[in-house]
Every structure is written in C-alpha cells, then in structure tokens.
C-alpha cells in the first residue's frame, strides 16, 4: 500500500510538474495555470491562471483559444446585488508594466464553452493566450478537483486518479 502510494505520488509529479513550469511570451510570466475538473455533460468549464508583467510597457491579453471547447472566450465573472453575473471581455484585459493578472474563480477567467469531453482531474487542458503587444503563446492548464479554489500542489489529491497506472 505505502509502495503504491510512493508511486502514485511520482506519477503525478511527473505529470503535474510541467503543466505547473512557468511559461514565458517576451516579458510576461505564465504561471499556476490550472482548470477545474467538470461533472460529465457540463455546459461549461473553467480556466485560472496568472500573468505576471516584468517589463516596463503595459500588454493586453486580448484572446484565448482552445481545441478543448466549441467556444473559449475571456470572462469577467462580478457579483451585483448579491447575484452573480458573467459577462465576455470583450476588449481583453490590461496587465500593467510591473503588475499582475490573476484569473481566478469569482474574477476574471477562461470559460470553455461546451466542451467536447470533460475535464478530468489529473490530465491537462491545452490554451493559447493571445497578448496585444507579447503575441501568441500555448499553455496547459492542469486540471483541479471539481470545487478546487485553486490549482492542486498537494499531490495526495492525484492518487486516486493514478492509482489504476501504478499498480
Ligand atoms: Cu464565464
């Protein structure tokens, strides 16, 4: 049992440890990009990550792109008079020179319109990013727990996915 588990932890390692390396487009950073894992038949599914700007100009991420969904547009997710909206941005979002966008749940984030198979927790979800100024860059996004709040670093949560693979 510990053997098993010792090696479900290096698959997932193995696993997580790209999708979670940094990415860079010019000077801007990429990191903790994850999505959460969606229940079968979901309508729709999220996309978090960070953008970290280490230049001096301010940039904007104006798209995002995936084979993953029929549609993946940016969204802007508010919540007015106790209600919770989302609407696109359409115009993209700034990243001022030495600033950093989060998308995160209950903010910004990428929202995968009718996905073409769900979002399973442990494998990975590929995007391209699309900034006014740094160009064009691909990523991937690990995938969460449904109900994750962020993306998973404790690699425990992998087991029970990779288990069937370590025996
Ligand atoms: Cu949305």
């Known amino acids: 049992m510990i053997k098993r588990i010792a090696l479900s932890l290096l698959f997932a390692a193995s696993l997580a440890a790209p999708a979670l390396a940094d990415v860079t487009a010019g000077p801007l950073l990429i990191s903790e990009a ?30 995002v792109a995936s084979p993953v969904a029929e ?46 198979a769900p979002f ?19 990523i991937t996004l690990t995938v969460s727990p449904i109900g994750a709040a962020g993306p998973a670093t404790d690699h425990s949560m992998h087991n029970m996915h990779h288990e069937g693979a370590a025996k």
């Open 71 to 116: 549609k993946t547009e940016l969204h802007l997710m508010k919540t007015e008079d106790g209600v919770m909206t989302m609407r696109p941005a359409a115009e993209g979002v700034e990243i001022p020179a030495g600033g950093t966008l989060t998308l995160e749940p209950g903010g910004y984030h990428v929202m995968f319109i009718r996905p073409k």
């Open 34 to 63: 994850w999505a959460r894992a969606t229940p079968p038949g979901a309508r729709v599914g999220g996309g978090y990550l960070t953008v970290k700007n280490t230049g001096s100009e301010p940039d904007t991420l104006v798209a």
């Open 120 to 138: 399973v927790q442990g494998e990975s979800v590929p995007l391209t990013l699309t900034f006014a100024k740094a160009g064009s860059v691909d």
